[in-house]
């Protein structure tokens, strides 16, 4: 006769290792293709750089591709399933919260490995190359700009020697983990996340567009502020270098890339702070929705 045998219920941190593992194995195709691109990437930016002179600098913060893999990523561990409803997820012997901050998790340290492995090849080309990871650079400002003086010979910009700060650097782990959790909130907060993302867009385009014809200030103002403002998602997710950066024309007519201020990591600490709590705020509303009576 068949006995029935009672288990105790897997502790967390065996859930939490399940769930690597689980993430882990749906990792192998996006590696293999991001390592065949990696090798395809490199070599066509390295050859470019010895031709044309021009060596990597190392400036990990001034690019969205962090962020970019902090945004896809969620949508890879959780495509396929269903978050409400009857799921096996949801219906082994570990609350539903509990097993959704063990995937989360197990998500963030792939992220965390891609990003160390970034640094790495960033830091590759960056010697490769004949870059520097602590560059003075040469930058165009406008005329009128704090400490420039006015009887400048250039009309339009100024040229000042500029070195970013190195706490920067940690702008790709900050971005890629806000936005990391931002998307998850998404995902495990709605029951068409996908929809609502593209409402909540198409929302934000048609306001933009009404408040530029209809020359409605505040509104514009509300969103240069949001997307390209000190505290601004620009701020958070390049450290404030990427929205600040426009095309003129020197004096003697050269087309030059100027920056219309230079990047402040005070901002860039408050940005990430605001941010990064609006994220967890709304990753924590999306898992009360999966609390088990």
Known sequence: ??????????????????????????????????????????????????????????????????????????LHFWRGGKQFGANLLWTLPINRIAHALAKVLAGWIWLTVILCLYFVWLALLTFVTGGE????????????????????????????????????????????????????????GFKN?????????????????????????????????IFAGPIGLDTLLTAGTEAVQYSTHLPNGDQVIAWRKLPDPAKWLQATGIWIVIASAGFTLALSRHRES
Do not use: C
């Not at 209809?214 to 509300?222: K, S």
């Open 1 to 74: 006769m068949n006995r029935t045998q009672l288990h105790q219920t897997p502790s967390w941190k065996t859930v939490w290792t399940q769930q690597l593992q689980a993430t882990s194995l749906t990792m192998r195709s996006p590696v293999t293709i991001a390592l065949f691109a990696t090798v395809v990437g490199t070599l066509l930016i390295v050859t470019t750089a010895w031709r044309v002179g021009e060596p990597i600098q190392f400036h990990p913060e001034r690019t969205m591709f962090p962020s970019l893999i902090g945004l896809l990523l969620p």
């Open 133 to 188: 990871f602590i560059a003075q650079e040469i930058i165009y400002l406008p005329f009128d700009f704090p400490g420039i003086q006015q009887d400048s010979p250039s009309a339009v910009v100024e040229q000042i020697a500029f070195t970013a700060p190195t706490i920067f650097w940690v702008t790709p782990f900050t971005a890629s983990s806000t936005v990391y959790l931002a998307a998850t909130a998404m995902l495990l």
């Open 193 to 225: 996340p996908l929809r609502w993302s593209a409402g909540l867009i198409l929302i934000i385009v048609f306001l933009n567009l009404v408040s530029g014809a209809a020359q409605i200030d505040w509104l514009q103002t509300l969103f240069a502020n």
